[in-house]
Each structure stands twice: as structure tokens, then as C-alpha cells.
């Protein structure tokens, strides 16, 4: 009998020593979270959060990077040089694919950015496109395959019916467009306010996203949150903190448009509070997680995927890509 009861008692030992060793599994903490973020919009929401890290409010310790160029995140990403990021949508399938799934998709932040600027009134709709020259950026990657989407779907050839002449930078195109070399341009936000501060003769022909929305029951998606694959399992609740910060952080941008400008130029994700208060209300931030984003997500690569395959990384990622805690 007493050793029955000492048997007993070992095992009750054992699983309670269990059970606390994950408990603290579960509640364990990084030392820092990288996060890694490009300028413009698909940084701009997360302009609160990299304010209150600064001041010492936030729930983590966070170490933040703010990149030029997508080539830079994706070093940073294929090494293993960050924990969190925010980049453009098929560079997260591009990624996935290249690192054999050592990350994960884990938020849409940033829906359309793309509009049709003209430099005079002659621009309406989609139809009007027809014969003329238009100027854009991104040749292979999304706002060409975003264009020529919204093209076919109007009934528009993209290589027959119109010229599309592509810029290398944006910021080149938007001087043309400030100067009044260009008639008819495409650009992303933040350069969209650059060129309507710069020259007033400019306005918006045609908001991309609208237009997206004419022809596709799908969303316009081009900015998301990736994490690396090994921080969500080990740290599943700095994640689900970090989700919860950037949610507030994404409100607080879209609410309180003053503050949140000088936040985003104090953190270099756009040189001038001016130009992030007149593109924030263009600018689409948002933070959908789940479900919903994963339905969007996968929606939009496979747009993307049968404009051009490679655009994606070459293959439709797996269901391991999404985060669904």
C-alpha cells in the first residue's frame, strides 16, 4: 500500500512538473523582438507602436528597422535577421517559398494604394484608358500585375490598346508628373500626395482600388504582416501582444491623423508629417487577422499567380503559410 501511494505520488509529481514546465513555455518571453518595416504605407500603421517602443510603453521590447527597399527585408528575412515584418503581399508568398516555409503570413496590412493620376480632365474611367500613353512604376511586381488585372477585366488589352511606358522609381515618375512632362501617370501612395502638392493642375483620375472592386468579388491586397515561423511557435504569446499592439496602433493612425504624421515622419517611414497627413486617408491601413485573412491573402495571390507565376515565387503556398492561431 505505501508503495502504491509513493508511485502515485511521483507521478502527480511528474505531471505537475510537466505541466508548469509548459506553462512557462507558454508565457515565455524574447529578449527583443526584431521587426523590420518598410517606408511608406506598409509602414505607416505601425507608426504609434514604434512611438510608444521609444518611450517605453510598449508590452515588448522591441527593436525596429525601417528598410528603403523591399531587397533589404528580404536579406534581413532569408537570413534570419528579423522576428516580424511587414511587406508587400507577394513577397511573402516569394519568401515562403524561397525559405521552404520558414515564415508566416499573420496579417493584411495594407489594402490598395495604387490611383491613376492626369494632368487634365480627359481620364474617367477604365474605358478611357484606350489609346493612350500611361506612365507607371513597379514593372513585375504588383501594380503591374494589379494594372493589367483591371485592364483585361475592363475589356482592355494591356499591350495593344494603350501604351504603358514604366518608370524605374517612383520618385522619378512623380517629378515628371510635378513638372508637367507627364500627362498620365500610376503611383503608389505616398507619392500620389507628393505630386497633388506639387503641382495643383494634377488630380486623381481613378482609384485603383475602386476600380479593383468594379470587377473582383476578391480585395485589393498589397501589404501584410510576416512572422518568422520559429518565434510563433516558441513565443506564440509575444505574437498574439505584438497583433494586439499593432491593431491599436493601426486605430490610432487612422483616427488621429495629426499626431500620427509627425509619428510616422519621427520615424522615417516618410520624410514629411505634410505628405503622411494628406495620403493617410488614401492610404487603406488596416489589420485583418484569422480567417479573414487568410481568405484575402490567398485571393490575391491567386490573382497574381495566374497574371505571372513567378510573381508569387512560383507556386500557390500551402496552408502552413497562414498564421491561424
Known amino acids: 500500500m505505501k508503495r502504491t501511494f509513493s508511485v502515485l505520488l511521483a507521478l502527480l509529481l511528474t505531471v505537475c512538473l510537466c505541466a508548469s514546465c509548459a506553462m512557462a513555455d507558454e508565457t515565455a518571453l524574447p529578449e527583443t523582438v526584431r521587426v523590420t518595416t518598410l517606408m511608406g504605407p506598409t509602414g505607416m500603421g505601425m507608426a504609434k507602436l514604434i512611438h510608444d517602443a521609444g518611450e517605453s510603453t510598449a508590452s515588448l521590447p522591441y527593436s525596429f528597422t525601417i528598410a528603403s527597399a ?17 511587406v508587400p503581399v507577394n513577397l511573402a508568398s ?8 520558414q515564415i508566416k ?36 511586381s ?16 494591356p499591350d495593344n490598346d494603350l501604351t504603358v511606358e514604366y518608370v524605374a522609381e517612383h520618385a522619378e515618375l512623380a517629378a515628371k508628373m510635378v513638372s508637367g512632362d507627364t500627362v498620365l501617370g500610376m503611383l503608389p501612395e505616398p507619392n500620389v500626395t507628393s505630386v497633388l502638392l ?6 486623381i483620375a481613378l482609384n485603383l482600388t475602386e ?9 485589393l491586397v498589397q501589404g501584410c504582416i510576416i512572422v ?49 497627413k494628406k495620403a493617410l486617408p488614401n492610404c ?10 487568410k481568405t484575402a491573402v490567398s485571393d490575391m495571390l491567386g490573382v497574381l499567380f495566374e497574371a505571372k507565376p513567378a510573381s508569387i515565387g512560383g507556386t500557390m503556398p500551402d496552408e502552413a503559410f497562414y498564421y491561424l492561431p
Not at 124 to 135: F, I, N, P, R
Not at 255 to 273: H, L, Q, S, V, W
Open 70 to 86: 523591399p531587397d533589404q527585408v528580404s536579406a534581413d528575412v532569408i537570413s534570419g535577421n528579423f522576428d516580424i515584418a511587414a
Open 142 to 157: 504588383n501594380p503591374e500585375y494589379v494594372l493589367r488585372y483591371i485592364l483585361e477585366k475592363n475589356g482592355i488589352d
Open 94 to 101: 516569394v519568401l515562403y517559398n524561397k525559405t521552404q516555409g
Open 198 to 203: 506639387g503641382n495643383s493642375d494634377v488630380r
Open 211 to 219: 476600380e479593383w472592386d468594379k470587377i473582383s468579388d476578391t480585395r
Open 284 to 293: 487603406n491601413i488596416c489589420l485583418l487577422t484569422g480567417e479573414e485573412m
Open 228 to 276: 518568422r515561423s520559429a518565434f510563433a511557435e516558441e513565443y506564440p504569446q509575444a505574437l498574439a501582444a505584438f497583433l494586439e499592439e499593432y491593431a491599436a496602433s493601426v486605430a490610432f493612425v487612422n483616427e488621429n491623423i495629426d499626431e500620427a504624421a509627425a509619428m510616422i515622419e519621427a520615424a522615417g517611414i516618410i520624410p514629411k508629417a505634410a505628405v503622411a
Open 105 to 140: 503570413v499573420a496579417g493584411v496590412n495594407t489594402l490598395g494604394v495604387l490611383y491613376i493620376l492626369e494632368n487634365g480632365d480627359n481620364v474617367a474611367s477604365v474605358e478611357d484608358l484606350k489609346g493612350k500613353t500611361l506612365y507607371a512604376t513597379g514593372q513585375g
